[in-house]
Nanobody
């Protein structure tokens, strides 16, 4: 069974950057699409981004488009979310999730498609 562990969260000033990592164990990531989701206090979980198993396809929520970039290093069994120009509204717990999928598809919206989830990492954007 796959386990996912997020890291890289923290406190950053508006306009700053962070890189989140999602490290997998128990299985290799190369057959899995990865989704990034976030949940802010008092709000519903929302999809942020996804990257297909091959890395050829990525999708982004409109609110992060142009600021966030998903990438993966299957040799390291790790997926990344580079976040730039961070805004206070990006403050949330960020989760990665995985599901087996083809190299041409991933969903940044449908949390129900994902089978394995990490415990999350807190990102706080504040001055």
């Amino acid at each position: 069974q796959m386990q996912l562990v997020e890291s890289g969260g923290g406190l950053v000033q508006p306009g700053g950057s962070l890189r989140l990592s999602c490290a997998a164990s128990g299985s290799t990531l190369d057959l899995y699409a990865i989704g990034w989701f976030r949940q802010a206090p008092g709000k519903e979980r929302e999809g942020v981004s996804c990257i297909s198993s091959s890395g050829d396809v990525t999708h982004y929520n409109d609110s992060v488009k142009g600021r966030f970039t998903a990438s993966r290093d299957n040799a390291k069994n790790t997926v990344y979310l580079q976040m730039s120009d961070l805004k206070p509204e990006d403050t949330a717990v960020y989760y990665c999730a995985s599901t087996m999928g083809p190299g041409y598809y991933c969903s940044a919206e449908n949390a129900w498609e994902y089978d394995y989830w990490g415990l999350g990492t807190q990102v706080t954007v504040s001055s």
